[in-house]
Structures are given as C-alpha cells and as structure tokens.
C-alpha cells in the first residue's frame, strides 16, 4: 500500500510532521489529507510593518511533481503588498520561481513570504500600485497598507468579539435564570409553609 502513495504526499507529510515538530511562532501551517495538494496556513503580520497584528489566510497549491516543481502561493486575505497580487493574491518570489530547488520545502517558502512582508521588492511588482507608492511616497504606502490590515486580516479580533458578545449574552440570560429561579423557589417554599400550617390546624380540630 505504501508504493500507491504518491512520492509527492509523501514528501510533504514528513515535512508537516517536521513542522508540527518545531514550529514557527507566528505561522500555522494545515494539512488535509484528504487532498494534499493544497495546503492551508495562516501567517501572523510581522511586528513593526502595516501588516502587524493581522492574520494572513494563504494557500499553497502542490503539483505532483513536487518537489522537483515548486508550489504555488496565494494569499487569500486581501492585502496591500507589491509582490501579491491584487486580484488573484499569487505571491509572486523568486523562491517560487528561478530561484526553486527541490531541496527547499514549506518551510523554507513560508519564512521567504514573510520577509517578504517586512522588506517588499517594488522592483518586481504585481501590485503597480503598491510597487509605485512604495517608491515615491512610503508614509502613504504604509497607510494604505495599514488600512486593508485592519479592514480584511483583523478577522480573528472579529470573531473574539463576537464569541465574547455571545458569552455575555449567555451569562445574562443565565443569572436571569437563576434570579428566577431563586425567586420561584422562594414563592414555592412560602405557599408550602401555609400549607403545612393550614393542615396542622384542621387536624388539630378533628
């Protein structure tokens, strides 16, 4: 059964077993095993660039002549970048290109992408736009930059939120469970009290 398993599946699950193994802080990297040609990650903004405090969903295509072909890269949270795409978010990096040796592997490609976020090539852009601003007007490159960070990557801020709104939301309705429900003892406890006095009278008069 093994010979069955593609060379390239292979290749790539010891290298995401490499990569659970040690980690990179500020990358995630997912496998599904059920199509190992396209990997999953999420790739933190590095500090002190406009994309700090985002979080980055990519994908990676894998052929199935990896590793003697590179992957593919795109990121599919909208970002500002010169060397991404802005329709597409194909990363466009030399690693991935003419630059590619099949004794690289994800690992490799990932720390490539995110120095390319700290120091960008507006030489060979994608994005004109963000490649030209880059080189006449940094201050605005970055604004533009911090903007769609703060607008597409902060999703995970988002979703905190929102789980945090609904445990709170929770936590209300359940204190005026219990309000009530202390309450509704309380009443119960009283009538039960008259009751009891009420049968001890009449017994005493038989």
């Known amino acids: 059964m093994e010979n069955a398993v593609p060379e390239f599946a292979r290749r790539l699950y010891k290298e995401w077993r490499d990569f659970t193994a040690q980690p990179v802080e500020g990358i995630q990297l997912m496998l599904n095993e059920q199509d190992m040609t396209e990997v999953q990650v999420v790739l933190d903004g590095p500090v002190g660039t406009p994309y700090d405090g985002g979080k980055f969903r990519l994908k990676m295509l894998i052929p199935m002549q990896y590793p003697m ?7 599919c949270t909208k970002i500002f970048h010169p060397n991404i ?21 994800l690992r490799h490609i990932l720390l490539t992408i995110r120095c390319l976020l700290i120091e960008p090539n507006p030489e060979s852009a994608l994005n004109e736009e963000a490649g030209k601003l880059l080189l006449e007007d940094y201050s605005e490159f970055v604004a533009e930059a911090r903007l769609l960070t703060e607008v597409h990557a902060y999703w995970h801020v988002r979703e905190q ?15 005026v469970d219990m309000s009530g429900n202390s309450t509704d003892a309380r009443t119960h406890s009283k009538v039960t009290q008259r009751n009891n006095s009420s049968f001890r009278k009449a017994l005493k008069r038989l």
């Open 69 to 75: 072909e590179p992957p593919k890269a795109y990121f």
């Open 85 to 105: 795409a802005p329709n597409t978010g194909e990363v466009c990096v030399n690693t991935l290109k003419k630059d590619w040796k099949s004794n690289l592997g």
């Open 161 to 175: 939120a929102k789980v945090s709104s609904q445990k709170m939301h929770q936590d209300d309705h359940a204190s």
